[in-house]
């Protein structure tokens, strides 16, 4: 698990793991949601070793999340390699 704090330092993370799933999640400290979606991602995680996930809080990295269209937390946005992003969504506790 990885966490980004720049515009810069996302662009780095995207080009060193171009040949795994790069899932970005979009949280926030005051998100219920996003701490309770926390430990299912951290499992997710070490079940599969070819994901990499990337922490972006989304108070400190609006300059991020804004342009990526991040209105709702928490949310996730899939890039994969050469296919750039693949996906993205929201998602509660219950759904993931």
Same mark, same amino acid.
């Given at each position: 698990?990885?966490?980004?704090? =720049?515009k810069?330092?996302?662009?780095d993370?995207?080009? +060193? !793991?171009s =040949?795994?799933?790069?899932? #970005? *999640? @979009?949280?926030?400290?005051?998100?219920?949601? +996003? $701490?309770?979606?926390?430990?299912?991602?951290?499992?997710?995680?070490?079940?599969? &070793? *070819?994901?990499?996930?990337?922490?972006?809080?989304?108070?400190?990295? $609006? *300059? /991020?999340?804004? &342009?990526?269209?991040?209105?709702? #937390? &928490?949310y @996730?946005?899939f890039?994969y390699? =050469? #296919?750039? $992003? /693949?996906?993205? !969504? =929201?998602?509660?506790v219950?759904? /993931?």
């Open positions: 698990m990885i966490e980004v704090h =720049s810069q330092e996302l662009v993370v995207l080009a +060193c !793991f =040949s795994k799933l790069v899932i #970005l *999640d @979009f949280y926030a400290t005051w998100c219920g949601a +996003c $701490r309770a979606l926390y430990p299912k991602l951290v499992k997710l995680c070490k079940e599969n &070793p *070819d994901i990499v996930l990337v922490k972006v809080n989304w108070e400190k990295n $609006r *300059d /991020i999340a804004k &342009p990526m269209g991040v209105k709702v #937390l &928490p @996730f946005v890039y390699g =050469s #296919l750039g $992003r /693949i996906a993205e !969504f =929201s998602v509660s219950s759904k /993931i």
